[in-house]
């Protein structure tokens, strides 16, 4: 399923998503990690749909993934780029856990995790990017991430299709210290899934 949607791992990576997949398959329902429970939905839904941007984009370092949950798509990317540093936020005590678990099983570097609401008064850990799927609306997360991104800082929103009333609210409502650098459609390879890039560059502080 990797390899037909153009992602080609090497073995040493394919034991490390294999690793962290049995880390999240058996403490998924303890820690309320994902809803997902079928072998193909999990690995489409979230290993491909998280490392695919890496194909579509070049990934900012350090990059900083808001709301990662269980590890998404910070964790997939990290294991498909593994020179890129990464921030994982999250604000559950359970879930930071497992990240911190799963990073110590896994053996990656340059990961820091941070547990505290991702409010704009409290995120202020320095990033080149910031990356979120299907955490919240885009002008929300605009407003969160302004004490991180500094100008020229990237916002990448990995959503689906119908993603146009929110880009026309975030442009609406900051569109002066926006860039909209990318917007394009796309599905999930050899699957019906449709999903949407929006890559935005703040212009000011």
């Known amino acids: 399923m990797l390899e037909r949607a153009g992602i080609h791992l090497r073995p040493a990576q394919l034991a490390q ?3 962290f997949h049995g880390m999240l398959r058996k403490r998924n329902a303890a820690d309320d990690l994902t809803r997902l429970v079928g072998f193909e939905s999990i690995v489409i839904k979230h290993y491909v749909d998280s490392m695919i941007v890496g194909s579509m984009i070049r990934l900012p370092s350090p990059v900083l993934d808001l709301g990662t949950g269980a590890g998404f798509p910070g964790i997939p990317l990290k294991i498909r780029y593994p020179r890129a540093k990464l921030i994982l936020v999250e604000t559950h005590a359970r879930r930071v856990a497992f990240l911190q678990d799963a990073c110590s099983a896994l053996a990656l570097r340059d990961v820091k995790i941070l ?3 991702a409010t704009s008064e409290s995120l202020h850990e320095p990033a080149a990017g910031v990356i979120t799927r299907a955490f ?3 002008a929300a997360t605009v407003k969160r991430t302004s004490g991180c991104l500094g100008p020229g800082g990237q916002l990448i929103f990995l959503k689906g299709p119908s993603v146009d009333a929110e880009l026309e609210e975030a442009m609406d409502r900051h569109g002066p210290d926006l860039e909209l650098i990318r917007d394009e459609a796309y599905a ?6 449709r999903r949407r890039l ?3 560059r703040r212009r000011s502080d």
């Open 198 to 200: 929006i890559v935005l």
């Open 136 to 138: 919240e609306r885009i």
């Open 188 to 193: 999930l390879p050899h699957t019906p899934h």
């Open 115 to 117: 547990k505290l609401k």
């Open 17 to 19: 998503l294999w690793k």
